[in-house]
């Protein structure tokens, strides 16, 4: 007798009582439903949420191999133990098994903790409330882990990781009935409960924390510097772009970078992005539309600078006068607008609301990270700002289609 039979022996022996839920989703996840539609009208498709939420993964693995390499390699350079990468994709320190070694160690334990923790809510919710498993946590255990700093405790992202199951999802109903993004709630959770360990120039490289606590308690060690580009900027440093700036614009956009651990690599999120699209899984349209906001939000304040109407001693100077398209491959902005934005639960679900939800996402996104140096990253709460608003987006849209619809047939009635 195969697994499959043993699991479904247990999945009915065990039906219409407590543990049902648990059995139903453990079977689900490994298997197709052995349940068929008997009668009826139906339409049948080759995908369902499971397929679907399988292709995010799929599209998020890059990002997640990478994010591995980049721990290590940050890591490394800090330390002074190797030289800076020279030829992006193609060099050999960058891919070194040390980077890898050490990226497993720190991260695949964030994989573990959003996983097992998340999953474990969800099951007590179903067995408690007596509704089935759904798929939607596999993408929020992904995402959870790559857009946190790489020495985030792991104990304090269990903690977060509850809240935002909890508060984020569950009291809402569970999948499908979320108003708010789960992973940008346990994001936000974070940063607003820990806000030393989500900002700063220590968090984003392995070790730099610890090695800040021993320096402090009188170790003769070099501190490790590894601010964000964004941090940098934010301060006003020559970060990105000069010749003599610590940062090059291809560093940027392929991702040899300090960040959180999957948001860095602008290229590998481009590539994910297009494979969304091209699977019909993620909205073009809130892609595009975000792009755009952002962009226009950056043109803007390149303006402001260029006119003389704010000082360069101006706390707010060094991110207006970032070159607009610059902001799409710094932070986190475009992992958010492809990931997170798309989320077809929380996003705007009528063609024009999506035109609309996502040039606020990227317009809103830019007019925190510069009128915020405390926390430049604003993609994440302009997400969430949009979460609670698409409803109301899509109901002016239908109620806008429906006064032309009424004009319309009026004139045919005439």
């Known amino acids: 007798m195969g697994l499959k039979d043993k699991l479904h022996k247990l999945k009915l022996k065990y039906q ?64 002074g133990e190797i030289e800076a990468v020279s030829n992006g994709f193609f060099s050999l320190e960058f891919w070194s098994w040390d980077n890898l070694v050490i990226g497993l160690w720190k991260v695949l334990p964030l994989v573990v903790i959003s996983y097992g923790v998340g999953l474990g809510v969800e099951f007590l919710f179903a067995v408690i409330k007596g509704h089935e498993v759904e798929e939607g946590y596999l993408v929020t255990g992904m995402l959870v882990p790559l857009i946190v700093p790489i020495d985030t405790p792991l104990w304090m992202l269990a903690v977060a990781v509850i809240f935002g199951v909890v508060i984020g999802k569950e009291v809402f109903g569970g999948t499908g009935m979320n108003i708010l993004n789960p992973a940008l709630t346990i994001r936000a959770f974070l940063f607003f409960a820990y806000p030393t360990w989500m900002s700063g120039d220590k968090v984003w490289v392995h070790g730099a924390v610890e090695r800040a606590n021993e320096i402090a308690n009188g ?56 494979f969304l699209i091209f699977t019909k899984i993620g909205s073009w349209r809130i892609m595009l539309s975000a792009v755009l906001g952002a962009l226009v939000m950056g043109l803007i304040f390149n303006g402001v600078t260029s006119s003389g109407w704010i000082a360069e001693s101006s706390k707010f100077y060094a991110l207006m006068n970032l070159e607009f398209w610059q902001h799409l491959i710094v932070g986190g902005i475009a992992f958010g607008i492809v990931y997170m934005a798309t989320d077809p639960v929380t996003a705007s679900q009528t063609n024009k609301g ?58 045919k009635t005439a």
């Open 16 to 79: 219409g009582k407590k543990m049902a839920p648990a059995f139903n989703a453990i079977h689900t996840f490994l298997y197709l439903p052995n349940e068929t539609t008997h009668s009826g009208s139906h339409v049948r498709g080759a995908d369902d949420l499971k397929r679907t939420m399988n292709t995010v993964i799929m599209a998020l693995l890059p990002c997640l191999i990478f994010g591995m390499f980049n721990a290590g390699y940050q890591h490394h350079l800090a330390l």
């Open 219 to 274: 170790a003769q060690l070099d501190a490790i510097s590894g601010e964000t580009i964004l941090g940098g900027l934010a301060q006003g440093k020559n970060i990105l772009g000069s010749a003599d700036a610590s940062y090059s614009i291809s560093d940027a956009f392929l991702g040899f970078v300090p960040g959180s651990v999957g948001e860095t690599s602008a290229l590998l999120i481009l590539l994910g992005a297009l």
């Open 354 to 411: 999506k035109w609309i939800y996502g040039f606020l996402i990227g317009f809103i996104s830019i007019l925190i990270r510069v009128f915020n140096p405390a926390y430049p990253e604003g993609v994440f709460l302009a997400i969430l700002l949009m979460n609670v608003f698409a409803p109301t987006i899509d109901h002016y849209v239908v109620q806008g289609n429906i006064k032309k619809r009424m004009k319309r047939l009026k004139l």
